[in-house]
T-cell receptor
Framework: DAGVTQSPTHLIKTRGQQVTLRCSPKSGHDTVSWYQQALGQGPQFIFQYYEEEERQRGNFPDRFSGHQFPNYSSELNVNALLLGDSALYLC??????????????FGSGTRLTVV | DQQVKQNSPSLSVQEGRISILNCDYTNSMFDYFLWYKKYPAEGPTFLISISSIKDKNEDGRFTVFLNKSAKHLSLHIVPSQPGDSAVYFCAAKGTWHDMRFGAGTRLTVKP
């Protein structure tokens, strides 16, 4: 049973460019959350998608946008990249209709470096 | 606004001894707390959780204690094993949808 799959694993972009990160949730999960983990910090919530809608958003600028597809997979888009966007981007999946008893299932992340 | 704090960036213990990882929180609306473990080049994996209506939850070698009045929780690992060496994140959740994470504690278990 595949867990959460993220692609690509590593990415190098130039400041000002745009990037798209992808996530396939664990089988049976319908909710996808995106987190940004900067070096030496804990994951910071970007947003969560459920039923193809953004259900909640963290304290991130509009340069960060997302999408969820009918098969529950999701994309994270970041426009006008800044050096400070360099981080590990984690995707986590869960079931939207259940309480959080066992936490999210995380992918291995995409390491984004902005130069 | 750091609502979940792990004040010890690192902890080193001897194999077979107890590891105690601590976490403090400030938001009284949190009603569920979780611990995640993260190895290098992998995503965090769920370890153990506790509801705010309990003060202790045990799963094998892992026990989480919650002190609501002090807004403090701790993770005990007994006995510690070298394979437990990883970064441990404390996380908390309220009625909203996201989880709030601490900065993590790097545990090193020496053989």
């Amino acid at each position: 049973d595949a867990g959460v799959t993220q692609s690509p694993t590593h990415l190098i972009k130039t400041r000002g460019q745009q990037v798209t990160l992808r996530c396939s949730p664990k089988s049976g999960h319908d909710t996808v959350s995106w987190y940004q983990q900067a070096l030496g910090q804990g994951p910071q919530f970007i947003f969560q998608y459920y039923e193809e809608e953004e259900r909640q958003r963290g304290n991130f600028p509009d340069r960060f946008s997302g999408h969820q597809f009918p098969n529950y997979s999701s994309e994270l888009n970041v426009n006008a990249l800044l050096l400070g966007d360099s981080a590990l981007y984690l995707c986590a999946s869960s079931s939207g209709g259940t309480t959080v008893n066992y936490g999210y299932t995380f992918g291995s992340g995409t390491r984004l470096t902005v130069v | 606004d750091q609502q979940v704090k792990q004040n010890s960036p690192s902890l080193s213990v001897q194999e077979g001894r107890i590891s105690i990882l601590n976490c403090d929180y400030t938001n009284s609306m949190f009603d569920y707390f979780l611990w995640y473990k993260k190895y290098p080049a992998e995503g965090p994996t769920f370890l153990i959780s506790i509801s705010s209506i309990k003060d202790k939850n045990e799963d094998g070698r892992f026990t989480v204690f919650l002190n609501k009045s002090a807004k403090h929780l701790s993770l005990h690992i007994v006995p510690s094993q070298p394979g437990d060496s990883a970064v441990y994140f404390c996380a908390a959740k309220g009625t909203w949808h996201d989880m709030r994470f601490g900065a993590g504690t790097r545990l090193t278990v020496k053989p």
